[in-house]
């Protein structure tokens, strides 16, 4: 996939037919409530991003999100907001080559992961709003997407010219890191693929870090970052993917998209300086981007 262009008319037919809109809760966003067999892991085999005469230089970029009830304001925020602000600013300023988006949600690991196809126009966001929301979990299952993007997808930007993919994933818990393996129940249960074998949480990202440059992202309230807190998530995904993990907090979520930028930016070589120092963000999306971005140092894995 990843044909067509994006466009601001596309975003604003969407927007207005669907009342995307700030006023409008997680709820009124996302109305399914059976999860589509087109998006669910369960029954799809590869998603591919494939140059075409349209992306000749394809660049697949892949949000994943949890989206357990503490997220729902994330997934709305994302909707009916950062993502189309993401795409059209990659395009207007040029931060990748021929972008194709793809959308993933994920909660426990016995439930699917759900994944849109990866685009190049509106239709990723017309996928997105048909993700359902709900249940709950311990960890931010983020090696669903990881296992996923290894195991499911092609990428031509890899394939054919040995760049790697952009993989950015968001969620509020904590990491679980060696306590989070995916066995082979849970392979069969949440992919229907039939392994023999377990997958701990790093081999997982390992995996995935062959064609994707992998980023977590850690949301949530002050709390998240206290190092006096248990419930602290912040220190666990450093110690899991040390220079790897960006911040954000949740009153801060309307600088999502310019927090995404930056980490793209830092993944294709710019300075901490540079990115912080954009003169296109207002005071407090810099605030927040300086916030996000302090730990991160991005080494080839």
Request: proline residues 2%; hydrophobic residues 40%.
């Amino acid at each position: 996939m990843g044909y067509g262009s994006y466009t601001a008319g596309d975003w604003q037919k969407l927007k207005i037919s669907r009342n995307l809109g700030a006023s409008q809760n997680a709820d009124q966003t996302f109305v399914r409530r059976n999860i589509s067999d087109k998006l669910n892991s369960k029954f799809i085999d590869i998603r591919e991003s494939f140059d075409s005469d349209d992306s000749p230089n394809s660049t697949p970029i892949i949000l994943g999100f949890d989206v357990t009830g503490s997220m729902g304001f994330l997934a709305n925020e994302i909707a009916t907001k950062s993502l189309n602000d993401t795409i059209t600013k990659i395009l207007s300023n040029k931060i990748v080559v021929n972008p194709h988006f793809m959308c993933a949600a994920f909660t426990d690991k016995l439930s699917p992961l759900q994944v849109t196809q990866f685009e190049a126009d509106i239709r990723v966001t017309e996928q997105l709003l048909d993700f359902v929301l709900g249940g709950g979990n311990q960890y931010s299952f983020d090696n669903l997407l990881w296992y996923f993007a290894a195991k499911h997808t092609v990428i031509d930007s890899y394939r054919k010219r040995g760049k790697k993919g952009i993989l950015i994933s968001i969620g509020d818990e904590i990491c679980g890191a060696d306590k989070n393996t995916l066995f082979s129940s849970d392979i069969k249960a949440v992919f229907n693929d039939h392994c023999y074998c377990s997958y701990s949480f790093n081999d997982t990202y390992k995996m995935a870090s062959e064609q994707y440059e992998v980023v977590h992202i850690v949301i949530g309230k002050d709390w998240r970052f206290d190092k006096k807190c248990n419930n602290n998530s912040y220190d666990g995904w450093q110690q899991a993917l040390p220079g790897r993990v960006g911040k954000i907090k949740a009153n801060d979520v309307e600088y999502l998209s310019d927090v995404i930028i930056a980490i793209i930016k830092l993944l294709n070589g710019a300075s901490k300086q540079e990115v912080t120092n954009n003169s296109m963000l207002t005071p407090a999306a810099k605030s927040a981007v300086a916030f996000a971005i302090e730990d991160m140092n991005i080494v080839e894995d």
